[in-house]
């Protein structure tokens, strides 16, 4: 069992930057994928980035690819999710996910995760 607090979300201008944090719980999270989902109002869920857990692969929307970073921290059970030169298109409530089945890659559908964080939000001003 995992239990995720996301931490960090805000109010930023386009071009600023906002460090996400998700706090887990739970004796298994060095054995789980971790991943970043993100959802705008009237749209699905969607991948924004994951990472292996060992923290040695790591995967990203291309959407984000190049302004974001996902890491993982196994000693204080949290994982990051640093953005840069955010954009409006960026807003959404992000949620951070864990998968405890994948053996080999990082999966990128929701389905794949088996918990959940309860979001924070994140609004880009233009």
């Known amino acids: 069992q995992v239990q995720l607090v996301e931490s960090g979300g805000g109010l930023v201008q386009a071009g600023g930057s906002l460090r996400l944090s998700c706090a887990a719980s739970?004796?298994?999270?060095?054995?789980?994928?971790l991943g970043w989902f993100r959802q705008a109002p009237g749209t699905e869920r969607e991948f924004v980035a994951g990472?292996?857990?060992?923290?040695?692969?790591?995967y990203y929307a291309d959407s984000v690819k190049g302004r974001f970073t996902i890491s993982r921290d196994n000693a204080k059970n949290t994982v990051y999710l640093q953005m840069n030169s955010l954009k409006p298109e960026d807003t959404a409530v992000y949620y951070c996910?864990?998968?405890?089945?994948?053996?080999?890659?990082?999966?990128?559908?929701?389905?794949?995760?088996?918990?959940w964080g309860q979001g924070t939000q994140v609004t880009v001003s233009s």
């Open positions: 996910a864990a998968d405890s089945r994948t053996l080999v890659g990082i999966p990128r559908l929701p389905y794949e995760y088996d918990y």
């Open positions: 739970g004796r298994t999270f060095s054995r789980t994928n």
């Open positions: 990472i292996s857990w060992s923290g040695s692969s790591t």
